[in-house]
Structures are given as C-alpha cells and as structure tokens.
C-alpha cells in the first residue's frame, strides 16, 4: 500500500507527560482510518500532531512523501490536510451557501466573498460540495436554525471545500442522533471517493458502518491494529475499551 500519510514513531510532550509515547501509522491513498481507544489515549494529539496544532518532540509525520513535522499549521493545510475538531466551527448568521463560500480556496474576507460576483466555477463547486453533505435543500437556511447535527455535516463541507487530499475528523457524530449519526457515515463513505479519512470515533455502530482499518490507541501507544472483527475479538482492546464501554452502558 503506497501511503498518503505516513507518522513514525510520533512523540508528543506536555510539560514532562508523554500523551504520545511513539506512534506509527500508515494511511492509503482514499482509505478510511478509525481511531479509537479509552479517554485521554492520545486520539485527539495524534490528530494535532499531524498538523503541528501539538508540537511533535520526536518522530516525524510524511504527507505524500515529503517531511511536514512541526511545519506551519497554515502550509499543512494548504499543501493539503483538512483538520475539523470536535464542536462546529461555522459562522451560525450566514447561510450554508455563505459557509461554504468562505471555506473555498481563493476567498478572502466575509464582505469580500458575499457581494463579489459569483463565478459559475465556485457557484457549482459550493453545490458540488452541498450535494455530498446532503445540504443541498438547505443552501438558503441559516446556519443558527440547524439541527447540531447538521451544522456539523456544514463544517465538513467547509473542509472539504478546501480541496484536502486527507481529512481528519475528531469525533465528527458527537452529539448526534442516531439518526444523524448514520447519515454522517453515509457521508463519510462518499466523500472517500475523493478524500483519504481518518477520523477518531467513539460510538462503534458508526465505527462498524464506515471503517475500513481501526487504530486502537491505549496510554498513548498503538494497541492494536485491523479489520473490524479483528479489533473486536482482540482480548487486550475488550479489556481496556470495548469491554469497558459496555460495563458503561450497563450503568
Ligand atoms: N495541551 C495539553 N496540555 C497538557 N496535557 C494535554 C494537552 N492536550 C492533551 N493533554 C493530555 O494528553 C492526554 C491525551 O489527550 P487527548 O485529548 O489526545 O486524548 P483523547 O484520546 O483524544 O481523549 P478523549 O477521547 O477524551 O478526547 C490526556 O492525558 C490529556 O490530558
């Protein structure tokens, strides 16, 4: 498998805590990862590592070949990363046309972008984009009048508006309905048509209907690594996550 990104033995260290101990991972090209494990694991600084949002103490993190370790947050994700964290971060008073308008490479400045003249080329890419985050009934609707669930699927649109090769998602379901949950999976398969995904995730359902390959992470190293059945049927990950999450459950 020729990998699109690639982190090697990734350190990360806050004042003297290791919350990554020496991670690797690889990615394919259009392949959808999923990274679970336990609170505090390290999910989350795996993600900001990668785009230098935590800086990395040791190791490094290849994207399409080249060296981006601690490289300006900004050139990585020009050159190609697409990063959206946990809560959505839209502009809730425009609408979800104006959202992604903004998102799209090439716009500068809100005033800027709304009165400009549209061109057809962004015209139909906002609709490109609109279409695959199942928004496209919505152009016209004010972001603060969404569901959580849909505001969202508006800032993965603005990701990928930016043209990503990869993608990263942090917890892209939280707070969803089941509902909405599974229609963000059905998003998340079309998008990798186009987009390498990796996506940290919690709820397993959602794990199940879009994963191809699962990273278990566990204290800040990789527990474990493969198909869904085989992460599933691994005594070490049913010991410090998945059986704990049904211990969970039950209370
Ligand atoms: N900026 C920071 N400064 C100090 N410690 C941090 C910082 N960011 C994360 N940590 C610590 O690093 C560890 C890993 O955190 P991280 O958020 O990556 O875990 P996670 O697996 O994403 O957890 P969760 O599922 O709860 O989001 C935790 O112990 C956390 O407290």
Redesign the pocket.
């Known amino acids: 498998m020729e990998s699109i990104l690639s982190v090697k033995n990734l350190q ?1 260290v ?2 003297g ?1 290791k ?2 101990k020496g991670v690797d991972l690889e990615v394919g090209d259009r392949e959808i990862v999923t ?1 679970i ?12 590592a990668i785009v230098s949002k ?1 800086p990395v103490a040791a190791g490094n993190v290849y994207f399409q070949g080249k060296d981006i370790t601690n490289k300006n947050p900004y050139d990585i994700a020009r050159m190609g990363i697409g990063r959206k964290f ?1 809560n959505p971060n839209v502009y809730n008073e425009l609408t979800v046309f104006e959202n992604i308008l903004l998102a799209l490479k090439g716009t500068h400045g809100i005033l800027n972008s709304i009165t400009a003249k549209l061109t057809k080329t962004k015209k139909d890419k906002i609709i490109d984009v609109l279409d695959r985050i199942g928004l496209l009934g919505d152009a016209g609707t004010i972001v603060s009048s969404l569901s959580h669930g849909q505001k969202q699927w508006v800032e993965i649109g603005m990701v990928i508006a930016q043209d990503p090769s990869v993608v990263l998602l ?2 892209p379901t939280a707070g969803m309905t089941p509902e909405e949950t599974h229609a963000t999976g059905e998003i998340i398969k079309t998008l990798a048509r186009d987009h390498t995904v990796v996506a ?1 995730e ?1 709820d397993m359902e959602f794990v199940k209907q879009i994963a191809e390959r699962i990273i278990v ?1 566990h204290q ?1 190293a990789k527990l474990a690594e493969g198909s869904v059945e085989e992460i599933q049927s691994n005594p070490k990950v049913v010991e410090v996550y998945l059986g704990r999450e049904k211990i969970d459950d039950a209370a």
């Not at 494990?37 to 900001?48: E, H, V, W």
């Open positions: 990360v806050f004042s805590f919350a990554l990274i494990g336990p609170n505090g694991a390290g999910k989350s600084t795996l993600l900001d935590s946990q942090d917890e940290i919690h992470l800040g």
